[in-house]
């Protein structure tokens, strides 16, 4: 300072005596030519304190006063040259530094800096990749602006107002990254992180509403990360992937519970002893957890995800009533195989009964009232789905005894059964086998049904009438 102000102080006479003499002007100059380096050099060592400021003011709080104080000095020496200036017109080499403003400047870039550098891995190196990225980001910038208003504001002059303006360059640059990472090839699970982290974990008591940032945190006044229409993309990105994967996972789940209705052993049961397959869990377990995640960002979402749910489900459910038709056809084509085709199609009968409970719990656990976004109306046509499928198997459960019955039925009131047949104990030990599979049919499905005339077996009916007499022993 001592050598700008002599080389200042002597420029400043020789242009007040002959501002025109470029000759002498030059020769002071280049006279005090290194002055010019010391202060670059200078202002280096105050950078390189600025840029590890928030560790500086921890250990060595003095040393950034120091700083602050230079840079003090410096702006005060600028504004008095230049109110000279406009009096004499003279301006000395290097002025002004303007060291505030690039001080704010190398805090901006330092803040902007520590944000970008906080992912520590990929995609390919980690799955979890973005939630690392997203919590390394709260926890570095609620410490970093916990210690900015602890201990910065300390060591600043009041009119900096160093924690307002720190507090709008971590938004900024918080703000740009979120822009980033947005316009990446973002998969479902990593959009829905980047959303919940920006729409509600950034205005949070974890992070900009924490108690140590109050009162001089106001959340109500930082503008969003992300806009509207950003937000509004990455929404729609989302729906159409979860469309596609939820097609897809209900495909794969239906495909898997197919497997199992061909195998040796039976179906597992219920706790009441019903037969059951694992399908209904299995769907609707991958239902909670979408509507749970869908949750964490938005009402409005959450409500989107459940129309698209049941709107699958619908679908699904004719590809289900479909299926179980195939599964009929092809036992009857081949009544050897599968080895538990009754207990399966029980199953599947039980089913149908477990989709409709578990819609309506669904419906009243993340509906706040039923007739949003026209939910209600899809019910109808799932419980018209559901009992297709359940009739058409009590049906086709009614068909398998009566083809396990036929041959000994034709034997009754015959030559042959009045030398004496072992028919009627063998229609009574069959109806009895089937009687038992039957109790672990659930209600609604399991109730008395009545023979139509026009069945194939009316042949049956007729033949009762005409018998001279009841037969006790079958039920």
């Known amino acids: 300072m001592d050598l700008e102000c002599s080389r200042d102080g002597l420029m400043y006479e020789q242009y007040r005596m002959d501002s025109g003499n470029t000759r ?17 050099e200078l202002a280096k060592q105050l950078w390189m304190v600025l840029q590890r400021s928030l560790v500086t003011v921890r250990r060595d709080p003095t040393l950034l006063v120091s700083v602050v104080r230079i840079i003090e000095r410096e702006e005060k020496i600028d504004r008095r040259i230049l109110d000279r200036k406009k009096q004499t017109g003279f301006v000395p080499p290097g002025r002004p530094k303007n060291w505030k403003e690039k001080m704010f400047t190398i805090l901006e870039r330092t803040v902007t800096t520590r944000i970008e550098g906080t992912q520590a891995d990929t995609r390919e190196s980690d799955k979890m990749w973005l939630v690392r990225h997203l919590e390394i980001i709260r926890k570095y910038v609620l410490d970093d602006l916990i210690v900015a208003k602890n201990l910065m504001v300390q060591c600043f002059p009041p009119h900096y107002e160093i924690f307002k303006n720190l507090l709008n360059m971590y938004h900024q640059a918080l703000s740009t990254r979120m822009q980033d990472l947005a316009s990446e090839d973002l998969e479902a699970n990593e959009i829905v992180s980047l959303l919940t982290w920006v729409l509600n974990t950034y205005t949070s008591a974890e992070m900009m509403r924490n108690v140590e940032l109050a009162p001089e945190v106001d959340v109500g006044t930082l503008e969003p990360l992300l806009s509207p229409h ?15 994967n939820i097609i897809a996972w209900l495909r794969k789940a239906l495909e898997t519970d197919k497997k199992d209705w061909v195998k040796e052993t039976e179906p597992e049961a219920d706790q009441d002893g019903y037969y059951q397959t694992t399908l209904p869990a299995i769907v609707f377990q991958m239902f909670e957890q979408n509507l749970q995640v869908a949750a964490q960002i938005s009402e409005d979402l959450k409500t989107k995800v459940l129309v698209l749910c049941l709107q699958q489900m619908n679908s699904f459910l004719s590809r289900y009533k479909d299926e179980a038709q195939l599964y009929k056809e092809e036992h009857l084509r081949n009544r050897q195989h599968p080895h538990c085709y009754v207990q399966y199609m029980i199953a599947i009968i039980n089913n149908c009964q477990t989709f409709k409970e578990s819609i309506v719990s669904l ?37 398998e005894v009566f083809l396990d019955l036929e041959q000994h039925l034709n034997e009754l009131m015959t ?16 109806v009895e086998d089937y009687f038992n599979d039957f109790a672990k049919i659930k209600k609604p499905y399991k109730k008395p049904r ?13 033949l009762a009438t005409r018998a001279p007499f009841s037969c006790t022993a079958c039920p």
């Open 24 to 40: 002498d002007m030059t020769l002071i100059h280049g006279y005090f030519g290194s002055t010019q380096g010391l202060s670059d």
């Open 230 to 244: 950003v937000v509004s993309e990455l929404l729609d990105t989302y729906m159409s992937t979860l469309t596609s």
């Open 363 to 399: 419906k009243r656990k993340y509906l706040k009232n039923e007739v949003e976004e026209g939910v209600s109306l899809s019910q109808p046509s799932m419980d018209g789905i559901l009992d297709a499928i359940a009739k058409e198997g009590c049906s086709g459960l009614l068909e």
């Open 415 to 430: 030559k042959k059964w009045l030398l004496g047949s072992n028919a009627v104990d063998i229609i009574c030990v069959t």
């Open 450 to 462: 009545s023979l139509p005339l026009e069945t194939r077996d009316s042949r049956l009916l007729s």
